[in-house]
T-cell receptor, first 116, second 112 residues
Framework: DGGITQSPKYLFRKEGQNVTLSCEQN?????MYWYRQDPGQGLRLIYYSQIVNDFQKGDIAEGYSVSREKKESFPLTVTSAQKNPTAFYLC???????????????FGSGTRLTVV | GQSLEQPSEVTAVEGAIVQINCTYQTSGFYGLSWYQQHDGGAPTFLSYNALDGLEETGRFSSFLSRSDSYGYLLLQELQMKDSASYFC?????????????FGAGTRLAVHP
């Protein structure tokens, strides 16, 4: 079955540490996205990528970094510069707008990051 | 920029019908989508409207009025499993990218 796999499901980070969240998809989607969700709130866009070796900052990119070396993979690093990283992180993918009139995202099951 | 407004909470009873509204402000419009998210889970895509009118998919329907910058999600024959958060989203094509901007979500509680 095609889908998006995020790992780990739960992650604990010490103050001052960098951590990397994994996101892998086998849907052959070109576009991938990272969102952050805080309790009781909506999804805010961190970074997005439409194609390999290309990515763009979203609305809240400060303190985060990404890479897109392979079509299937879009890891997110939460750096020590992110002052309030405790949140639920969601990765998503989609076909590009040029390919369809329906731009539905497929989401992974998320990683819950807690600073300890 | 893009912004969306939707109610924070809605309560209904099993078997009833509930409507979740969404108003949006966008610099250009490329369709309104709806997603469902159960607590602790991943959002799942429900529907997409690019043109005015009602789109029906089983118990769920979605409506769009572009002239009013308004849409709604209609849930019929409510079941307990419909208790979840519902998000509306618009596409922001800035820079040629297909990225979605989400509303803050409406938490639906279905009671027996």
């Amino acid at each position: 079955d095609g889908g998006i796999t995020q790992s780990p499901k739960y992650l604990f980070r010490k103050e001052g540490q960098n951590v990397t969240l994994s996101c892998e998809q086998n849907l052959n989607h070109d576009a991938m996205y990272w969102y952050r969700q805080d309790p009781g709130q909506g999804l805010r866009l961190i970074y997005y990528s439409q194609i390999v070796n290309d990515f763009q900052k979203g609305d809240i990119a400060e303190g985060y970094s990404v890479s897109r070396e392979k079509k299937e993979s879009f890891p997110l690093t939460v750096t020590s510069a992110q002052k309030n990283p405790t949140a639920f992180y969601l990765c998503a993918s989609s076909i590009t707008y040029r390919d369809s009139n329906n731009y539905g995202y497929t989401f992974g099951s998320g990683t819950r990051l807690t600073v300890v | 920029g893009q912004s969306l407004e939707q109610p924070s909470e809605v309560t209904a009873v099993e078997g009833a019908i509930v409507q979740i509204n969404c108003t949006y402000q966008t610099s250009g419009f490329y369709g309104l989508s709806w997603y469902q998210q159960h607590d602790g889970g991943a959002p799942t895509f429900l529907s997409y409207n690019a043109l005015d009118g009602l789109e029906e998919t089983g118990r769920f329907s979605s409506f769009l009025s572009r002239s009013d910058s308004y849409g709604y999600l209609l849930l019929q024959e409510l079941q307990m499993k419909d208790s979840a958060s519902y998000f509306c989203a618009v596409r922001d094509p800035g820079g040629g990218y297909n990225k979605l901007i989400f509303g803050a979500g409406t938490r639906l509680a279905v009671h027996p």
